[in-house]
């Protein structure tokens, strides 16, 4: 039975049960029998030796007989959950994993032998509670391991399973939404009483042992290179981290290098990576040889300092995802019960695993991959339910991790090639998919064109109908051409298709970064594919039916090969291409296809030849009818002689139906009468003998012809059809595949030829609309999980299925919602324009039916997000006021959809210096929040610190002040002084303080928001480096340059390392740019140009040249070239800047009027004082429209205006600016303390100025007034 867990009860079922008695030492402690202990519900239990072929049902069945002659419970419930799957160890046996809804009294030990009858045959099997070892509790198709390791004391079953119920989240939720794995779990003996605990066994054994079991679960070929998952609970996780730093310094054998470079990532829940509040357990294990494993648990112990650094040396962020979960609640102690001898709880509690514990396992890993569970130390990993939130959230990063692996097993598939050569000093590279067709019918005269005009010609066009062996070719010669050069495979029947398979090259080549958009990986592919690193290669477009001209120019280098497939003509002229054209076979060609395919012995006497040769000329030696034709007479044994007679009898009626103009019209390439015929002999038979495959081709007609994956196939709607997975599946498949309907090209994924497919969707008639429907559901299953690393693959689906519903009427409703989810998912992938494109149709239903208002309002934010991102920020303010709108009138104002709309709106007015509307929405937003019954607190503190922002950027800093205060006190009562939010609005603040002058406020404030960043994230932390720099910048501000400059100089190399920043993240170009305005102040000028112009290419390649951030450095380019001296580059920038910002912001945006005022000071110290007073007219009334007369801004503009205005000789105007200037000073200067009385001050010193300038020029005989 189950071990002792660390927090008693924990196990493989739900009561308490004796330690194993896996070991020979003896323990003091006393245990009471298995007849003193009550039938335990939901025992767990393990069956290995099974035969590899055992069935789950023949299983099941096999149980239940042997339930019966034990007497003990049979019923159907009997066994509620079960699982199989092939042994990790025995190639040969099954491990499969049972739970009986009480466990059997027959199995009294932690260990028996059982024989058990399975379909009719006695096998001698093993059973045990104890899981030591590795346990598989799922296989299907695996690309991906994931191996669960338990804690302390813990059984290796039920450290995962949640009482009250039979399901164990790792078994029988994860395996439903995460296809394509093997889940194994690891069982090991850290018991701490009992026998178990007689082991001495240290951190670095057990990871040892750890890592020897997973290289003998890993041992096939198939399996040593598998991407590899970890999970670890407590000491599980330290565990894990053991035998992976054992791995990864072994890695001159190949095991262990194997095993060390298939690591992914791992998923940590409540690791005590800095040690574990473990006084507790000093008593329990006083004087028993394990007492060492436990001391190597204290925080200060040094084999764990020894293995934290090991592995952070070795794992970084960088290339590995961790998940590092910890708890929010005390865990119940346990002590040892004088009576009894067992662990019991008592009502002592404590935190066990500190949170700066439990996430410390690499050094700044991201704040968000530190995730808190409401549960303690013993239930912190385990999940009772399917909708459990907890669990929600571990699935989702588990299937981050697989999509990370699928992404390397893709990139491992393409770079296969084992007998391939070099050429031109590279080894090549081969990106085709497919696996070769041995069965290929040489197509002579055509082959050896093709391979020709391949050698002589940029590019190759292949057109002609569909079913003349186009692809078929050109796969030919991309395996023929392997050898002398690279070869890359591009599906290009869609934009979609096409773009995805430039990608999936990209990846191949290694150009792929994290964070790239699409569009400029494929401008990479193109400049890789351009450059003589690439060497001499052959790219395959198959299928071309798109036109867009600007995606074909990937393959536009004359140093390569273009070979396409098509349809149309038209693709030879826009590719200047030659063209080859496919047709029909000739007869010889044909003969040999046909007996390749028939399996008839092309010397074989019985069959009569002629009619071979009739047969092929009724088929008009078409490739795919002679295709179709010879599999149906293969598996179906049927003799030519009647296949023709078949044949005859139907062709003159599908050759009358192939000259039907109706039937052109709907069939943009209408299969051949002899394809029709042949499809329908097959089809016909296929109903009548296997109606389940007949429905599964209609089914997958309805889907996108290329690519379907085997998993799309197996969501609940196949069932409809009894097509479920499994062997009704299976079966269905097998019997498309053998008549030549459904062909299997890349692995785990099938093809229908695009004529069979539409003919298939043709001669549906009426049950069109209810497979239609049928392909809806299973893709709106297929995308309802957002985190699936499949969404990617399914986005071609998507489009079939909307293309082929359009014309039912009944399914638009359902069309619509979909799309916008479809639309969603194109925006994760870059795909902007479709999902722009889709969701406007949506809104173009909805307002043209008048139907479903809220509807309308979601694809209105869905579109208005799109284009925030997208930064078109116009028609992003014009899809959130409608949005708004939509959701006031069906949710309500306080409604958190509503609020979202209202604070989007306002963030994008305030992105385009709009703050008045800004101001106004976040105020409406707080307004209507606070209408809520229960209002959101973390909703009202965000709106009130983005008021602040808005007053900030107003210059309004004591109502920023206010509300920063505001926002400030209700983080700290609401999340606490010490969390991130409450130094994000703390940081902000100082940040005000400090554009205020108030220095020393900033400054204390700067340094409380570092220490808490520092105790909390690290001082190397992103956000910590951020406020080193704002610290530095004060200091540079008031003149401490020599600290400024060491500052800067150390946060940018800080950051240039940082593994989630880097030299051109926006992170480390603020500092740069800050050093460089400093470097220009210190008369640094050549260091100062040079960093100020990496700064602006690194903003225009991040964020384009039009970008708010790529101006400012424009801008700021601009004053270092004045304070360097070139006059005419200045010059230039100022220009530049003044006029994007002015275009993009507009001319009262703060930022377009700070370049306005600095060019126009600029011309002043050039003597253009005219220039200078037009450029500071723009500036006073850009200040007047968006602060108003008062505002400091203005009042310092109209006093440059007056120097400026003096700089022209108009000394009247000059005197009339500053006399107004200072009645307003005097009027409010008892009010608004020092500083206004410093201004008013300094302009009656100017006045003073100018009115000798004036007598000046009056004694001079000129006049005071303005000469031109």
């Not at 310094?249 to 990576?273: C, M, Q, R, T």
């Not at 699409?518 to 351009?530: G, M, N, R």
């Not at 692995?747 to 004529?755: M, S, T």
């Amino acid at each position: 039975m189950p071990g002792e867990t660390l927090f008693p009860p924990s196990g493989s079922t739900d009561a308490a049960a004796p330690p194993p008695a896996n070991s020979t030492s003896t323990s003091t402690t006393a245990t009471p029998s298995a007849s003193e202990r009550p039938p335990r519900p939901f025992g767990a239990f393990r069956i290995s030796e099974l035969p590899r072929a055992t069935a789950p049902s023949a299983l099941r069945t096999a149980l239940l007989l042997w339930l019966a002659s034990h007497k003990e419970n049979a019923s159907d419930d009997a066994i509620p959950k079960i699982s199989l799957a092939p042994s990790p160890i025995d190639s040969d046996s099954a491990v499969a994993t049972v739970t009986f809804a009480v466990a059997p009294a027959a199995l009294k030990r932690e260990s028996e032998r059982v024989v058990l009858r399975i379909e009719g045959r006695e096998v001698d099997v093993s059973f045990d509670s104890h899981f030591a070892g590795l346990t598989p509790l799922y296989c299907e198709e695996p690309v991906v391991d994931i191996v669960a390791v338990p804690g302390l004391g813990s059984n290796g079953f039920g450290a995962w399973k949640a009482k009250g119920g039979p399901e164990m989240w790792l078994r029988d939720f994860l395996p439903e939404k995460v296809p394509n794995v093997r889940v194994l779990l690891y069982g090991y003996n850290a018991d701490l009483i009992g026998p178990g605990a007689g082991s001495f066994a240290s951190i670095l054994d057990m990871g040892r042992a750890l890592m020897n079991q997973l290289i003998m679960a890993r041992e096939r070929p198939e399996e040593t290179r598998r991407p590899l998952v970890l999970i670890g609970h407590s000491l599980g996780g330290l565990v894990i981290k053991q035998a992976l730093v054992d791995a990864a310094v072994a890695v001159s054998s190949p095991a262990h290098k194997d095993l060390y470079e298939s690591f992914i990532g791992a998923l940590f829940f409540g690791v005590p990576n800095r040690g574990l509040n473990d006084k507790f357990l000093h008593e329990i294990v006083r004087g028993q040889p394990n007492q060492y494993l436990i001391q190597s648990l204290d925080p200060e112990s040094s084999e764990l300092r020894r293995l934290h650094e090991g592995f952070t040396t070795i794992f970084d962020k960088t290339k590995y995802k961790f998940y590092s979960y910890y708890e929010t609640r005390v865990t119940a102690l346990s002590e040892i019960n004088p009576t009894t001898g067992r662990l019991e709880e008592t009502n002592k509690t404590a935190i066990l695993v500190l949170q700066h514990s439990a996430t410390e396992c690499v050094p700044n890993q991201a704040r968000h991959d530190h995730i808190p569970v409401d549960a303690d130390h013993r239930g912190i990993n385990k999940f009772a339910t399917r909708s459990n939130h907890n669990f929600l959230q571990v699935r989702s990063h588990i299937l981050a991790l697989v999509s990370v692996a699928q992404e390397k097993v893709d990139r491992q598939a393409l770079q296969k090639a084992p007998d391939f050569s070099s050429h031109d000093g590279h080894p090549v590279r081969f990106a085709v998919p497919y696996m070769e067709n041995e069965k290929y019918t040489r197509r002579v005269k055509l082959d050896d064109m093709l391979s020709k005009l391949s050698e002589a010609e940029h590019a190759v066009v292949l057109v002609g109908p569909g079913g003349t062996g186009k692809t078929q070719a050109a796969l030919k010669l991309a395996f023929q051409s392997r050898h002398a050069r690279d070869v890359y495979w591009i599906d290009g029947s869609t934009i979609e298709s096409f773009t995805s398979g430039v990608i999936l090259v990209g990846k191949y080549l290694g150009l792929a970064k994290a964070g790239m958009k699409e569009s400029d990986l494929c401008e990479e592919v193109k400049k890789w594919l351009e450059s003589d690193e690439s060497g001499k290669w052959l790219a395959v477009i198959d299928n071309l039916t798109h036109t867009d001209q600007s995606a074909l120019d990937v393959f536009s280098a004359e140093k390569g090969t273009l070979v396409v497939t098509t349809r149309q003509e038209d693709f030879s002229r826009m590719l200047r291409a030659r063209q080859l054209d496919y047709a029909n076979m000739t007869a010889e060609e044909a003969r040999m296809a046909f007996h390749n395919l028939s399996s008839i012995d092309i010397d074989d006497r019985t069959v009569d030849g002629s009619d071979i040769v009739k047969l092929l000329s009724l088929l008009d030696h078409f490739p795919l009818a002679v295709s179709l034709a010879a599999s149906f007479i293969r598996e179906t044994k049927t003799p030519v002689a009647e296949y023709l007679e078949m044949l005859q009898r139907s062709l003159p009626d599908y050759i009358k139906l192939s000259q039907d103009q109706t039937l052109r019209f709907e069939l943009k390439d209408p299969p051949t009468a002899t394809v029709i015929a042949a499809w329908d002999i097959s089809f016909r038979r296929i109903k009548r003998d296997k109606p389940s495959a007949a429905s599964l081709l209609q089914l997958m007609s309805m889907l996108d012809a290329h690519d379907i994956p085997v998993d799309l196939l197996h969501f609940k709607p196949t069932t409809e059809i009894g097509c479920e997975k499994g062997s009704k599946f299976d079966g269905a498949i097998a019997v498309l595949q053998s008549f030549s309907l459904v062909s299997t090209y890349k692995e785990h994924k099938y093809h229908i030829h695009d004529v069979v497919a539409a003919w298939t969707r043709k001669q549906m008639g009426d049950k069109s609309e209810h497979f239609a429907q049928l392909a809806l559901s299973l893709i709106e299953e297929a995308i309802s999980d957002q985190n699936s690393p499949k969404l990617v693959d399914y986005l071609p689906h998507g489009d079939a299925v909307l293309l082929h519903t359009t014309k039912f009427t009944k399914l638009v409703q359902r069309r619509m919602v979909f799309q916008s989810k479809l639309a969603g998912i194109l925006c994760q992938a870059g795909r902007h324009s479709k999902a722009i494109e889709l969701i406007k149709d949506c809104i173009e239903y909805y307002e043209a039916t008048k139907k479903d208002g809220l509807e309308n309002a979601e694809c209105s934010y869905q579109l208005a997000l799109i284009e925030e991102t997208q930064k078109n920020y116009g028609e992003a303010i014009t899809w959130h006021l409608k949005a708004k709108d939509g959701f006031v009138q069906n949710l309500g104002q306080s409604h958190l959809r509503t609020l979202g709309a209202l604070t989007h709106l306002a963030s994008v007015s305030e992105l385009r210096g709009d703050y008045l509307n800004a101001l106004q929405n976040y105020e409406q937003a707080l307004a209507w929040a606070k209408t809520a019954p229960k209002p959101s607190d973390s909703f009202l503190i965000d709106t009130i610190h983005s008021i602040a922002l808005v007053y900030d950027g107003q210059g309004r800093y004591p109502q920023a002040l206010e509300f920063f205060d505001r926002a400030l006190s209700g983080s700290i009562q609401t999340v606490g002084a010490a969390h991130p939010n409450t130094l994000a609005i703390q940081n902000n603040r100082a940040i005000s303080l400090r554009k205020q002058g108030l220095y020393s406020d900033a400054l204390s404030a700067f340094k409380e928001v570092a220490a808490g960043y520092a105790q909390l994230l690290g001082s190397a932390h992103p956000a910590a480096l951020n406020v080193a720099g704002n610290i530095a910048l004060i200091d540079d501000i008031q003149g401490r340059h020599t600290l400024a400059l060491q500052a800067y100089t150390h946060i940018l190399s800080q950051k240039e390392a940082h593994p989630a920043l880097g030299e051109d993240s926006l992170s480390a170009l603020a500092t740069r740019a800050n050093l460089a305005l400093l470097q220009s102040k210190l008369a640094r000028h050549d260091d100062a140009v040079t960093s100020a112009r990496r700064v602006l290419e690194g903003y225009t390649a991040t964020l384009g040249p039009d970008h708010p951030s790529t101006l400012d450095a424009v801008a700021n380019l601009a004053l270092i070239l004045d304070a360097a001296g070139d006059v005419q580059a200045a010059k230039s920038h100022y220009a530049h800047a003044c006029w994007r910002q002015a275009m993009q912001l507009g001319l009262s945006h703060p930022a377009t009027l700070a370049t306005l005022s600095n060019f126009a000071a600029f011309s002043a110290r050039l003597g253009v004082w005219a220039e200078a007073v037009e450029l500071q007219d723009q500036v006073l009334s850009g200040y007047r429209e968006a602060f108003g007369d008062a505002h400091v801004f203005t009042l310092r503009a109209e006093r440059e205006l007056a120097r400026f205005l003096g700089g022209c000789g108009r000394w009247e105007e000059a005197l009339g600016v500053l006399e107004r200037l200072a009645a307003g000073y005097k009027a409010e200067r008892k009010g608004e303390g020092k500083g206004k009385s410093e201004e008013y001050e300094a302009v009656k010193r100017e006045i003073k100025d100018v009115k000798a300038k004036m007598e000046e020029a009056v004694a001079a005989g000129g006049s005071a007034a303005w000469r031109g």
